[in-house]
């Protein structure tokens, strides 16, 4: 399994990064065809920690020959029920593993190794878990169409999908790809995105280590327009299962005409979290605040706009203030740091561009507002009050730590704000007024509407969006759609 590799001396010893990180084709960890490495960088020193291989077409088109040959050999033959078990050995590989994870995933991304190991790694657990009980439980149906003939329906496996993932949450979104399909009997080539490639590659090999057929889970490290687009462009490819920006998503689509595959975009948000006055409203600031603070602003459903009723309006921005000047900013490898750096300095630069953005139309910038120290890609936890909701901090997705807070006066009011952005992923409404609550609830434009909450998933439970945000559903039997294609066999077997 190990290629060529050498370990960097500033590295804690007991992590065995390797500095070279191969891609994992057909279960070997083999360089690009290319020869290319580039540089990924802990964003909290901004030191480079390895060199990984630079995929492109050519290795593209050799991971998904091998996830072609491994669909039509052993892993396409197996029992559905083997198939569980070795997801379910899958699931005990990583929770063995974890410590390393959890310590690669902070290193590479900049997570806090606290967020990763209460939340990140249990979903994955959780995910692998989930999908594993489903293997054997894909039915088809008897449908009595005539009395003549036999008639049923079968599911079978969609066949090799593409899996392109974007740096906020590597190991859990890449679970949310890699869980599925092949509980459904498919296979992967897992394309991770560049700023976050180490824990793809690591979770490839032990589910090799696990024992499932090489092959069946390919990682391709490289380049969104290189890597990724060969990926959606490869006519042997079947399904794009993919989460990122609203830009590349529609680049997917187009790639994705040729060959029609299938596709799920799960893309951004500007997520509205509407607060009345008869809300508990400290639970409601406790909440707005890890809803846009929690991985640094960087979650696809952040409640990146807190809508605020005027008569609390003061009192909450006051609050909110408060919490965001007292979350401990540093160095995620601490276990008392509750949020690291962003992912990388060019987060950073559009970040702090953004905040600047919202000074110039008028925001006034009440806790943060600029870097947070000097080294390492780190923004303070930003409250932009007065925000109105046509500023472009109010309408375009910022993907940082940067809460705008925006006044209003009646429900018709909130709902139309909530409404008024090109996006539809999420939203969270607080209130105790039961009927209020329902009506959110229906006329709230989000594939997800969190009530006295914010910000939970559960992998049981639908996930995604519309218009901006994407289309398709992850998460729950949803997915076992996404990965399958259903065959009628007719038997005509005269009366
Ligand atoms: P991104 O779109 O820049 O990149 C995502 C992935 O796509 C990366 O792996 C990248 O290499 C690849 N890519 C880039 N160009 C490509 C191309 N032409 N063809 C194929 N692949 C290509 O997104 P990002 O900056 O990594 O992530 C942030 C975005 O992801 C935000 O908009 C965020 O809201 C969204 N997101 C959505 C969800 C969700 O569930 N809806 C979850 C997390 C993140």
């Not at 190991?117 to 149906?141: E, M, S």
């Not at 859990?172 to 599925?180: Q, S, V």
Request: glycine content about 10%; hydrophobic content about 45%.
């Amino acid at each position: 399994m190990q290629s060529t590799s050498y370990l960097r001396r500033d590295l804690p010893p007991q992590l065995s990064v390797r500095y070279r990180q191969d891609l994992l084709i057909d279960g070997t960890r083999l360089p690009a065809l290319s020869g290319r490495y580039f540089e990924t960088r802990n964003p909290a020193t901004e030191e480079v920690i390895a060199e990984v291989a630079e995929g492109d077409a050519a290795d593209i088109d050799r991971a998904v020959k091998s996830a072609r040959a491994a669909l039509e050999g052993e892993w396409g033959q197996m029992r559905a029920a083997d198939r569980g078990t070795l997801l379910l050995k899958f699931a005990d590989a990583i929770r063995n593993a974890q410590d390393e994870l959890v310590e690669l995933e902070s290193l590479d991304s900049g997570k806090p190794v606290s967020a990763i190991r209460r939340q990140d790694l249990p979903a994955v657990l959780d995910t692998l878990r989930y999908y594993a009980g489903f293997a054997d439980k894909i039915n088809g149906q008897v449908i009595p169409s005539r009395p003549d003939a036999l008639t049923y329906t079968v599911r079978e496996p969609l066949g090799v999908v593409g899996a392109i993932i974007p740096w906020n949450f590597p190991l859990m979104i890449g679970m949310w790809k890699i869980a599925p399909a092949l509980a459904c009997g498919c296979t992967v080539v897992l394309k991770p995105a560049e700023l976050t490639s180490l824990t793809a590659l690591r979770l490839g090999e032990l589910a090799i280590e696990a024992g499932i057929p090489a092959g069946v889970l390919n990682v391709v490290t490289g380049f969104g327009r290189t890597a990724g687009q060969a990926l959606v462009d490869h006519p042997d490819v079947d399904k794009v299962t993919f989460t990122g920006s609203p830009a590349v998503g529609r680049q997917i689509l187009r790639g994705a005409a040729g060959n029609l595959k299938r596709v799920t975009l799960e893309l951004g948000g500007k997520s509205a979290n509407i607060v009345f006055p008869d809300a508990d409203l400290d639970a409601a600031v406790k909440a707005a605040s890890s809803g846009i603070f929690f991985n640094a602003g960087q979650v696809c459903s952040a409640g990146s706009r807190i809508l605020v009723h005027e008569d609390v309006y003061t009192e909450f921005v006051g609050k909110l203030a408060a919490r965001a000047r007292a979350i401990r900013i540093g160095d995620p490898t601490e276990a008392g740091t509750a949020m690291g750096p962003l992912v990388s300095a060019t987060q950073m630069k559009r970040v702090l561009d953004y905040i600047d953005i919202g000074r110039t139309e008028g925001a006034a910038v009440v806790a943060g507002g600029g870097r947070h120290g000097s080294t390492g890609c780190f923004v303070a936890a930003t409250v932009l009050a007065n925000v109105k909701p046509d500023m472009r901090v109010a309408q375009e997705e910022i993907f940082g730590p940067v809460a705008t807070v925006i006044a209003f006066r009646t429900e018709e009011e909130a709902l139309s704000i909530a409404n008024g952005t090109a996006y539809s992923l999420a939203a969270g409404v607080w209130s105790a007024d039961i009927s209020r609550v329902h009506r959110f609830a229906r006329r709230l434009k989000a594939g997800t509407v969190w009530v006295n909450t914010y910000g939970p998933t559960d992998v049981r439970l639908p996930w995604g969006g519309a218009r901006d945000s994407g289309f398709g559903r992850e998460h729950g039997d949803a997915a076992i759609d996404n990965f399958t294609e259903s065959k009628v066999v007719w038997i005509q077997t005269g009366l």
